[in-house]
């Protein structure tokens, strides 16, 4: 899992639970600026009696939503988390205290429309190849925070219609999704937010990914409901 993130516009942070005694929690997130653009100098844990700083270099940041992992795990759920970051190169310093699973909330900005962040569980373990050069099959997703539903769309497809995956956060296959001849020869198929069995997947990351001719796309995105 690529470490850096550039465009996010909801910030994630995911935590996992190894074992019973000595547990440690490998921290996630992910960063969603939503209209703005939000770039992450920061990070402080809090994790009492501890306080855990992890200075991100500038390496989260811009208008698209993705995960990064921080560098060490923790003992527990944080207390709470403090990000000081540039919000439209404004300073910003946002504290989120007593943080709770699947819930969102917003950056501490003088604005209507806030970057926001919702803090989950779950670990992510889903490789992302860089991009190719050359004129390959590309994977676009719309949105990349699904509420209702997904558009996908693959380009150029060739000569026969593709199929697309939809992988937890974990790499399981939750729906495999057929894809039908678009415009300009492109396959296009749209997601629900069902498994194959038709229910409704837990809110987290999940990742879109196609597989052929010798192609990997694959496309990360957030499901809320």
Not at 21 to 43: C, E, H, K, S, W
Not at 139 to 167: D, N, W, Y
């Amino acid at each position: 899992m690529k470490k850096c993130c550039t465009g996010l516009s909801v910030i994630v942070i995911s935590l996992i639970a190894l074992g019973v005694a000595n547990a440690q929690i490998g921290f996630y997130g992910v960063l969603d600026p939503r209209t703005m653009n939000v770039q992450v100098q920061m990070a402080v844990v809090y994790v009492a009696p501890t306080v855990d700083t992890f200075s991100t270099s500038g390496l989260w940041g811009g208008t698209n939503v993705d995960t990064f992992h921080f560098p060490r795990d923790l003992a527990a759920w944080p207390d709470s988390v403090q990000l000081t970051s540039s919000i439209d190169a404004m300073p910003n310093v946002s504290i989120f205290p007593s943080p709770v699973p699947n819930t969102w909330y917003d950056f501490q900005v003088g604005t209507i429309v806030k970057p926001r962040a919702l803090f989950y569980e779950g670990p992510v373990d889903v490789e992302e190849p860089r991009p190719m050069a050359g004129s390959l099959q590309r994977l676009t997703v719309s949105p990349s925070v699904v509420t209702e539903q997904m558009t996908v769309r693959l380009q150029p497809i060739g000569t026969s219609l593709p199929a697309v995956e939809i992988h937890d956060a974990v790499g399981n296959v939750v729906r495999s999704l057929a894809c039908t001849a678009g415009a300009n020869g492109a396959a296009t198929t749209t997601w629900n937010r069902e498994d194959d069995f038709g229910r409704l997947v837990p809110e987290g990351v999940y990742f879109c990914r196609y597989a052929g001719a010798g192609v990997v796309a694959v496309r990360k995105v957030l499901v809320t409901h």
